[in-house]
């Protein structure tokens, strides 16, 4: 199956740093979503984004999937953008579920 | 309420008894997941549902597990003769659109914790 590659798989941070997630997937996809998983567990959608870039506001993403890759990035960060950010991919025709990578754990300190 | 919804949060079962958990999806999607996390993990697959139909359980991992979602809403995760390795939260999700060449956005519920001891 596909394989996912998240990095780095954590980051400390100061309030109002910036910073670039990274996702390399190893085969074509039509389906790339990018989620934030809180300290609480409720995993929340980003960003839909199987090629292209999209904003929102301090957060963005790029996906080239000729390259095979994905980039978020999180700018001025808040001590609320703490958490677990996980990549996961969808490369079927089907029926088929998203494939996760193990994600990048975010720590921003105040 | 406008999200996926699950029940129970938390579920404590000990060895052998048999669990089922629920899912009530957004109102009006076709794609429900199953999706089984491990501690520090990230989710894994467990079977997917459009509408009534579940089109893919290859990731169940054993004929103990069984999912059904009989009148394409409201879908239930049952794990029989519960071990201990099934430990974990379980989480359901669900998109508007059939998965394939259209796809749509994810929507988790919070997930059910379950710890069998």
Do not use: M
């Amino acid at each position: 199956g596909i394989q996912v590659e998240q990095s780095p798989p954590d980051l400390i941070l100061q309030e109002g740093a910036n910073s670039t997630l990274r996702c390399n997937f190893s085969d074509s996809v039509n389906n790339l979503q990018w989620f934030h998983q809180n300290p609480w567990g409720q995993l929340i959608n980003l960003f839909y984004i199987p090629s292209g870039t999209k904003q929102n506001g301090r957060l963005s993403a790029t996906t080239v999937a000729t390259e095979r890759y994905s980039l978020l990035y999180i700018s001025s960060s808040q001590t609320t953008d703490s958490g677990v950010y996980f990549c996961a991919v969808g490369s079927g025709g089907g029926a088929d579920g998203l494939t996760f990578g193990k994600g990048t754990h975010l720590i921003i300190q105040p | 309420g406008a999200g996926v919804s699950q029940s129970p949060r938390y579920k404590v079962a000990k060895r052998g008894q048999d669990v089922a958990l629920r899912c009530d999806p957004i109102s009006g999607h076709v794609s429900l997941f199953w999706y089984q996390q491990a501690l520090g993990q990230g989710p894994e697959f467990l079977t997917y549902f459009q509408n009534e139909a579940q089109l893919d359980k290859s990731g169940l991992p054993s004929d103990r597990f069984f999912a059904e979602r009989p009148e394409g809403s409201v879908s239930t995760l049952k794990i029989q003769r519960t071990q201990q390795e099934d430990s974990a939260v379980y989480l359901c999700a669900s998109s508007l659109y059939r998965q394939g060449r259209h796809n749509s956005p994810l929507h988790f519920g919070n997930g059910t914790r379950l710890t069998v001891t």
